[in-house]
């Protein structure tokens, strides 16, 4: 525990934005990808799949905000929505991406997959064990940093959503 308490902030700030940054490149390409096969191959309860996945992420993503004042209540809430997000993931490779997914498109969630449990497993870290400690000395730049790529997210969310 001394051992999380004592990273800096920076570190960590620095390695949440950048996982971010490269899950939401990603993603876009992604997306981009998803606009060219909806109409031809990819069904409904695919699409249902995915707004699942986007909404128990959203919800992730608040109850981990959520722990810098309630790490402790959070908690429960966090591996919930963690565990529904990770197997609707794996229903939709398993299920929709398998046998109808490009390489590159592979590669894409790969990309997808590794940078946000990347990021899930700083924020969790930084949150849970330190209430995100040093997050309000940083730099304005992560700030300006974290609002883009959030706000980027959003709007690809926005875009997938109402595929």
């Known amino acids: 525990m001394d051992f999380i308490e004592n990273i800096n902030p ?11 940054t490269i899950f939401t490149i990603v993603w876009f390409l992604d997306s981009v990808t998803h606009g060219k096969l909806v109409k031809i191959d990819i069904t409904d309860k695919e699409l249902q799949t995915h707004r699942i996945i986007l909404a128990t992420s959203v919800l992730m993503e608040l109850s981990l905000v959520l722990m ?11 591996v919930a929505f963690f565990i529904t997000r990770t197997v609707h993931e794996f229903i939709d490779e398993l299920h929709w991406h398998t046998d109808r997914c490009s390489q590159y498109e592979s590669f894409l969630h790969l990309g997808m997959w590794i ?4 990021k899930t497993f700083l924020m969790f870290m930084w949150g849970f064990f330190t209430q995100y400690k040093g ?5 304005i730049g992560f700030y300006i ?3 883009i790529v959030v706000g980027l997210m959003g709007l690809i ?7």
């Open 10 to 20: 920076v570190f960590f700030a620095t390695a949440i934005l950048c996982s971010a």
């Open 68 to 78: 810098f004042w309630f790490n402790f209540e959070m908690l429960p809430f966090f």
């Open 115 to 118: 940078s946000v449990l990347s």
């Open 135 to 139: 997050l309000t000395e940083l730099n």
């Open 145 to 147: 940093w974290g609002v």
């Open 157 to 163: 969310g926005l875009v997938e959503w109402k595929r």
